[in-house]
């Protein structure tokens, strides 16, 4: 996410207070065997699969017991109600014998769940979606999961590990001509019932009926659009795998531009159709920016498709990362480029960093929002936007007071600080990192960062162990230091930068 165009988030963050308790979350599950699986000599006894994947700031987010795959979703869109009925469903494997599953899921109501085309026992608890399945899975299975269920577009329940009384932004994004979404950090489960943890990505699919004279648009490539009567079904579908917190659905008056990136790489955006013209200069921008970034990182592009969504008026005031299709207020989309091209190439550097890569645990969110932030210097400083050391300058003295308010970047204070908490801490570790070992090795290491961890996810062990040993150096301490301490290292090249004035008293 980028809210370098939203300052008010920035300010809304700074008043939180500290999540001094997490409370564990404790659910009860039947344990019950199917006849078939008695245990047997060397054969695990079927058993409920956990019911978070134990992140240290969403304690309650996750499930364990197997991985997801893909999830293919349907919305019945209809003007005039904030109600949608919707399904989905899951194909997973089993990482254990299991007698039961949980999903995360804050939908208004579920309907059904079938495992295996069977009806499964069910109940919601807070938000976890238990589902009893009428036989236990053998470890190994891979298994179908189908959920009806109605989600209620006017509910934006704020995250059961936000301080008490914490709205950061909305998370259905309502127009008067439809919607788009906002799935960061830990909302996607508003949308659709599922193992909402950033390090179980899937692949997707989403056919959205609307009325006829509307356009619903999604990640993925548009496989068919079939009219019966006044009502549309666009099926969208792709084969890249991606996290739960950054899909994209959107349905509005869109037109669609289409372009040629490097190496035929298809690229489409859909921008809000008043507001077309005024944006297309900058969606003209982007195949020469997803060139840039193959140049600056010399990896291709990681993802089938790019392209961009502009959605009417507001978009919480942020860019979102939404994988294969950055989503931006269109009206941002109409700025000059000097304004708008390096939050554009945040959200680019995303698909490489955050998207493709993904965060372990969110803790680990640095990573995703330090690349993002980096890369979008390096294009600021290289079309001669900014001065390299003046904005390193500003950086490293706002981050005195934001270690303060969130914590270091990779032991934040609270799940709250997700959105931003990481990012400026994260650009200056790697602008430290890039003067010490110099631009060849730095590039070295962030390339084979990106290609040991692509279409998997990565912790900040992972790549400290990947800086040591591309340099062959023991970045440890240096690493460590920025990520994980209360005080702001010396910022290396620069031992005369200071903490601001104000601060300097204590
Ligand atoms: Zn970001």
Not at 182 to 203: N, V
Not at 264 to 286: E, F, H, M, N, Q
Not at 466 to 486: C, F, P, Q, V
Request: positive net charge.
């Amino acid at each position: 996410m980028s809210s370098s165009i939203n300052p008010r988030l920035t300010r809304r963050l700074t008043r939180l207070t500290r999540l001094t308790a997490a409370s564990a979350l404790t659910l009860a599950m039947s344990t019950a065997l199917s006849p078939a699986w008695a245990a047997g000599p060397g054969r695990e006894a079927p058993k409920p699969g956990a019911h978070t994947a134990g992140d240290p700031l969403f304690t309650y987010l996750g499930n364990g017991g197997y991985d997801v795959e893909s999830y293919d979703i349907r919305y019945d869109y209809r003007p005039g109600t904030l109600k949608m009925d919707s399904s989905v469903r899951i194909t997973a494997t089993a990482k254990q014998a299991l007698s039961g599953f949980s999903l995360d899921s804050a939908v208004e109501h579920v309907g059904s769940v079938s495992v295996q085309g069977e009806p499964a026992a069910f109940r919601v608890s807070g938000e976890k979606l238990l589902v009893t399945p009428r036989h236990a899975l053998r470890e190994g299975r891979r298994f179908r999961v189908e959920i009806s269920y109605r989600v209620d577009r006017g509910q934006n329940p704020p995250s059961p590990s936000y301080p008490p009384g914490t709205h950061i932004i909305d998370h259905w994004i309502n127009k008067p001509d439809g919607f788009a979404l906002m799935g960061q950090p830990d909302r996607a489960h508003m949308f659709f019932p599922c193992d909402d943890r950033p390090s179980d990505k899937a692949r997707f699919t989403f056919r959205i009926t609307t009325p006829k004279n509307l356009q619903a648009v999604a990640i993925g490539t548009l496989r068919s659009r079939v009219t019966t009567g006044d009502r549309t079904t666009s099926t969208y579908a792709g084969r890249d795998l991606v996290p739960t917190h950054v899909v994209q659905a959107a349905v509005g008056h869109f037109t669609m531009t289409t372009a040629r990136g490097p190496h035929g790489l298809p690229i489409r955006s859909y921008i809000a159709t008043d507001r077309y013209k005024a944006a297309k200069p900058r969606v003209d921008d982007i195949p020469g920016q997803v060139a840039w970034m193959e140049k600056r990182l010399g990896r291709r592009f990681p993802y089938t498709a790019y392209g961009v969504l502009g959605v009417p008026g507001d978009y919480d005031g942020v860019a979102l990362e939404s994988a294969t299709l950055s989503t931006f207020s269109v009206e941002g989309l109409t700025r000059p480029a000097p304004d708008i091209a390096p939050t554009m190439i945040h959200e680019l550097a995303h698909q490489y960093f955050g998207d493709a890569v993904s965060v372990r645990n969110w803790n680990d969110m640095w990573i995703s929002e330090g690349h993002a932030d980096y890369y979008q210097l390096l294009y600021s400083v290289d079309k001669g936007y900014h001065r390299l050391d003046d904005i390193l300058k500003q950086r490293y003295e706002f981050e005195f007071g934001k270690r303060v308010e969130s914590g270091p970047p990779a032991r934040l204070k609270t799940a709250a600080d997700v959105l931003t908490g990481g990012n400026n801490g994260g650009v200056l570790m790697l602008a430290g990192l890039r003067q010490q070992v110099g631009d060849a090795v730095f590039t070295r290491i962030e390339r084979a960062f990106f290609d040991r961890y692509r279409g998997t996810s990565a912790t900040t062990r992972d790549y400290i162990d990947m800086a040591n040993k591309i340099s062959g150096r023991d970045l440890t301490a240096y690493i460590e230091g920025w990520l994980y301490s209360d005080t702001v290292p010396p910022m290396p090249g620069h031992p005369d930068w200071t903490a601001p004035q104000a601060q300097k008293t204590s």
